[in-house]
């Protein structure tokens, strides 16, 4: 039996994760039994209930799908000799610990590409957590994409939000209102972008036609929204299944080839993207 805990069992990305580790444990002849965690707690691991709950169930093994775990809980597992790896940590493990993640910066290069494509020139990016490997990743494949075409990235066309609706629709308002505004913007996680069309919305601009819109993980929500999503596509249940396999060699003894591990992501392209308006070049 192994665990998988994730930080919250209603958040769009945990149903992908879960159906990858559960195939891929089914595989192997194993069970998995999840949890649901606060990323961070004031005191002792056991404060969130996971550590004393998987101990107590012998857990030959724990995924984690968490944005932290705080120092106490890698001391905890580590002195209980646990195995784990991390699945599309936020920020970098400490040295030694395993993680699967997407391929950010081939996504956010990807992403940005698609738009210089179309003929833009004006692109914005809009991140997550300034502090989270995985949106320092896809901004740096946005920066570098925008090098090879050798278009300025203005500071103030660089923002950050909270990954939330509202925090991604105030950085947005803030993006439309600058003097020279963005014909096209890269969201770096699918869950801003409403707050992204909203913001446009109230401006009066339609999207694609008056801006273009990029996001990033391919959640459900991005097929049906409208107009639908082009997204870059990070594979959260094949992540899920490569963790499980490396936990399983953990299981056994054996040292993972490499500690970190990232699968490739795809472009999903749709129909919020468009070649800006002449008038707005």
């Not at 004031?42 to 857990?59: F, I, M, N, T, V």
């Not at 950010?104 to 290069?109: D, E, H, L």
């Not at 020279?180 to 694609?208: H, I, K, N, W």
């Not at 299944?241 to 970190?260: H, K, Q, Y």
């Amino acid at each position: 039996m192994v665990d998988l805990v994730v930080h919250s069992l209603d958040s769009a990305w945990s149903g992908a994760v879960l159906h990858g580790a559960a195939e891929a444990a089914h595989e192997a002849g194993l069970e998995v039994v999840v949890s649901a965690a606060a990323t961070r707690g004031r005191g002792g691991p056991s404060e969130h209930g996971w550590p004393d709950k998987l101990y107590a169930r012998g857990s030959s093994g724990v995924l984690f799908h968490l944005t932290e775990l705080a120092p106490a809980q890698y001391s905890w597992l580590d002195e209980r000799r646990i195995p784990f790896v991390m699945i599309d940590p936020a920020h970098d493990p400490p040295p030694g610990v395993p993680s699967v993640a997407a391929a950010n910066w081939q996504g956010g290069m990807a992403a940005t590409e698609h738009l210089i494509a179309l003929g833009h020139r004006r692109i914005a990016v809009i991140g997550g957590l300034g502090r989270a490997v995985r949106d320092g990743g896809r901004v740096a494949g946005y920066r570098s994409a925008m090098a090879a075409a050798a278009l300025p990235v203005p500071s103030a066309y660089v923002r950050y939000g909270d990954i939330t609706e509202a925090g991604a629709r105030h950085r947005m308002a803030e993006l439309l209102d600058l003097p020279e505004p963005p014909t096209a913007v890269f969201v770096c996680s699918d869950q801003m972008v409403p707050g992204v069309y909203q913001a446009a919305g109230e401006r009066g601009l339609r999207v694609p036609r008056d801006i273009s819109v990029v996001g990033f993980d391919d959640l459900p929500q991005a097929r049906w929204i409208t107009p639908a999503l082009t997204t870059v596509r990070q594979p959260l249940s094949e992540m899920a299944a490569a963790a499980l396999r490396t936990l399983l060699r953990l299981m056994t003894g054996e040292i993972p080839e490499a500690i970190r591990t990232e699968l490739s992501t795809r472009l999903m392209v749709r129909s919020s993207t468009a070649p800006p308006l002449r008038a707005l070049l």
